[in-house]
């Protein structure tokens, strides 16, 4: 067994000293897999406990030797980092970036946060970026990206109102979040406004979105 997978071992079991002991060293030494890992232990990014004590510092630093490998899963949680500000000044045109880049090495959920930066400009929103990455996130299988699109097909922001295309990405989005508050919401939005006939078409063209794609 190689010292990675003796480092998981002991990850599975819960002994994260241990588990640094194994990783830490080949994290210095460049090895990607560890590299991810060390950062995941002090950072999550989500409401996931984090294994050891959150510590910006340290995660960023992994991340940020991640990065200098491009690799996709680093420039992604440091995209994270300078969009949220966690540990650093916020800096969204630095968030922007390390997206495009993380996305351009195959993170989809750096497409998607991409398209959050330009849906959610408080300034000057880009809803034709925004809608573009989401379309992109969405058709690689990022479900939340989906939300979204039904938003903007119900509301018709930027696009022609579509309560059909608005259903479809609401079933999209549902699909394993159906208890969801943001999936009952916009159901509920959008049967007050929708036919029979809209719903009954939309969850063919769902079905045929995820033939297409998934």
């Not at 294994?51 to 994270?80: I, M, T, V, W």
């Not at 159901?187 to 719903?199: L, Q, S, Y």
């Amino acid at each position: 067994m190689n010292n990675y997978k003796k480092g998981q071992s002991a990850y599975d079991k819960k002994d994260y000293v241990q588990a640094v002991s194994f990783w830490k060293p080949l994290a210095e030494r460049g090895n990607l897999l560890a590299i991810r890992s060390m950062g995941d232990l002090y950072f999550t990014g989500d409401l996931r406990d984090t294994c050891l004590p959150e510590d910006y510092d340290q995660a960023l630093y992994y991340f940020r030797l991640g990065s200098l490998q491009a690799n996709a899963y680093c420039l992604y949680k440091l995209g994270h980092f300078y969009k949220c500000g966690f540990g650093v000044k916020r800096d969204m045109q630095r968030a922007h970036k390390l997206y495009l880049q993380a996305t351009e090495q195959g993170s989809i959920c750096a497409a998607h946060y991409l398209a959050m930066i330009y849906y959610w400009d408080d300034y000057k929103p880009d809803y034709n970026e925004a809608y573009y990455w989401l379309q992109y996130s969405a058709k690689k299988g990022y479900d939340d990206s989906h939300y979204f699109l039904s938003e903007m097909y119900l509301y018709g922001i930027k696009v022609e109102k579509n309560y059909m295309e608005a259903y479809k990405h609401y079933v999209l989005f549902s699909k394993d979040a159906e208890d969801c508050l943001f999936a009952i919401d916009i159901n509920k939005k959008i049967k007050a406004v929708a036919t029979p006939m809209h719903i009954h078409q939309a969850k063919h063209l769902a079905k045929e979105f995820q033939r297409k794609y998934y």
